[in-house]
T-cell receptor, first 113, second 115 residues
Framework: DAKTTQPPSMDCAEGRAANLPCNHS???????VYWYRQIHSQGPQYIIH???NNETNEMASLIITEDRKSSTLILPHATLRDTAVYYC??????????????FGQGTTLQVKP | DSGVTQTPKHLITATGQRVTLRCSPR?????VYWYQQSLDQGLQFLIQYYNGEERAKGNILERFSAQQFPDLHSELNLSSLELGDSALYFC??????????????FGSGTRLTVV
């Protein structure tokens, strides 16, 4: 699985959009980009994933660059409850792979009032 | 509630002792994964079981072992405990063998403190 690079920390004002970047310059064509978050020592929570097209769900949007070497997770209207560590993970989803997730250090997002 | 149940929530034990952590996967899930989260190492994958069989192994110490029982619950056994084993231990489950999207769910963890 390709390696990812994320800034260690970011701040965001409550109600504003939070844009969390992730660099994955060595990503392969069959690797998906996944985002998870961990709120204060709780179990990690799935947010969104994508392969090459932009994705949106009720929690967030995922923007993947055309060359797929980087992506951005967007929380459109951040709230205090979005304060968490956000992990960007790239992995292959195939029957020959396993379900293990390789977590990096993530980005600590602090949403401020 | 994620549907993945881990017990106990907290555990305090002495060095050299042995403990067992338990995980009940979400209903219908056949895969169970164990992760360790310590302050200096972050979240690390330990081991995966699928329908009773070991599927993948990560950086799991020889002092640690796991198994998945016929009712699909799993236990992680930690022996000869050291201070450095103090960590949060998470269990996750999924239907199949892959970590696809919302089908991969983590429990709330067991906090182990070794004194």
């Amino acid at each position: 699985d390709a390696k990812t690079t994320q800034p260690p920390s970011m701040d965001c004002a409550e109600g504003r959009a939070a844009n969390l970047p992730c660099n994955h310059s060595t990503i392969s064509g069959n690797e998906y980009v996944y985002w998870y978050r961990q709120i204060h020592s709780q179990g990690p929570q799935y947010i969104i994933h994508g392969l090459k097209n932009n994705e949106t769900n009720e929690m967030a949007s995922l923007i993947i660059t055309e060359d797929r070497k980087s992506s951005t997770l967007i929380l459109p209207h951040a709230t205090l409850r979005d304060t968490a560590v956000y992990y960007c993970i790239v992995r292959v989803d195939s029957s020959s792979n396993t379900g293990k997730l390789i977590f990096g250090q993530g980005t600590t997002l602090q949403v401020k009032p | 509630d994620s549907g993945v149940t881990q017990t106990p929530k907290h555990l305090i034990t002495a060095t050299g002792q042995r403990v067992t952590l338990r995980c009940s996967p979400r209903s219908g899930d056949l895969s169970v994964y164990w992760y360790q989260q310590s302050l200096d190492q972050g979240l690390q994958f330990l081991i995966q079981y699928y329908n009773g069989e070991e599927r993948a192994k990560g950086n799991i110490l020889e002092r640690f072992s796991a198994q998945q029982f016929p009712d699909l619950h799993s236990e992680l056994n930690l022996s000869s405990l050291e201070l450095g084993d103090s960590a949060l231990y998470f269990c996750a489950s999924s239907v199949g063998t892959l970590a696809t999207g919302t089908g991969y769910t983590f429990g709330s963890g067991t906090r182990l403190t070794v004194v």
